[in-house]
Antibody
Framework: EVQLVESGGGLVQPGGSLRLSCAAS????????VSWVRQAPGKGLEWVSF????????YYADSVKGRFTISRDNAKNSLYLQMNSLRAEDTAVYYC??????????WGQGTLVTVSS | DIQMTQSPSTLSASVGDRVTITCRAS??????LAWYQQKPGKAPKLVIY???SVESGVPSRFSGSGSGTEFTLTISSLQPEDSATYYC?????????FGQGTKVEIK
């Protein structure tokens, strides 16, 4: 069974940093592209970042470019999102999702990041 | 970046009604469009991919159509469990942008 489990969310002050993790299981992680998607409270879905299976190709939404860094460790079946210079508007549930030819067929349960003083 | 615009933002319909949601792309995305269903407190669930292909396990009352810039999601006979927010998403470009969502309510 494909599983994606996010962790690392929590309360952080504006300007602070946080590192999210996504543990993958049930499939060959190193063969798949993955993405981060977020959802602010009561709002819609926002694509955040993408990383190719090897990690050689990376993309970011303009809203996080220069502040967030996506990475992966295929040996550990894990995806990461390093978030720096956090702002109140980064408050959201962060999901990791597996990228398939059909779109995002598998999602984690999400981890909540709250940026507040 | 490709912008995705959904309409309506909210719709209210009765059980058994035919429901249609529209999604428009700011430029052609061929058929690289997916639809997701999201219920409160849950992760989104893929419903339709490549504009008209129904994901495995999704009831046959769900269908999708369109290509280029205009797409629709149709629920042929609305059921109580279909109450949710639906999002379209383009995957023609690397920035996999979503529409703003359509909340479907049961009267």
């Amino acid at each position: 069974e494909v599983q994606l489990v996010e962790s690392g969310g929590g309360l952080v002050q504006p300007g602070g940093s946080l590192r999210l993790s996504c543990a993958a299981s049930g499939f060959t992680f190193s063969s798949y592209e993955v993405s981060w998607v977020r959802q602010a409270p009561g709002k819609g879905l926002e694509w955040v970042s993408f990383i190719s299976s090897s990690g050689s190709t990376i993309y970011y939404a303009d809203s996080v470019k220069g502040r967030f860094t996506i990475s992966r460790d295929n040996a550990k079946n894990s995806l990461y999102l390093q978030m720096n210079s956090l702002r109140a508007e980064d408050t959201a549930v962060y999901y990791c999702a597996r990228v398939d030819s059909s779109g995002f067929a598998y999602w984690g349960q999400g981890t909540l990041v709250t940026v507040s003083s | 970046d490709i912008q995705m615009t959904q309409s309506p933002s909210t719709l209210s319909a009765s059980v058994g009604d035919r429901v249609t949601i529209t999604c428009r792309a700011s430029q052609s995305i061929s058929s690289w469009l997916a639809w997701y269903q999201q219920k409160p407190g849950k992760a989104p669930k893929l419903v339709i991919y490549k504009a008209s292909s129904v994901e495995s396990g999704v009831p046959s009352r769900f269908s999708g159509s369109g290509s280029g810039t205009e797409f629709t999601l149709t629920i042929s006979s609305l059921q109580p469990e279909d109450s949710a927010t639906y999002y379209c998403q383009q995957y023609n470009s690397f920035s996999r942008t979503f529409g703003q969502g359509t909340k479907v309510e049961i009267k």
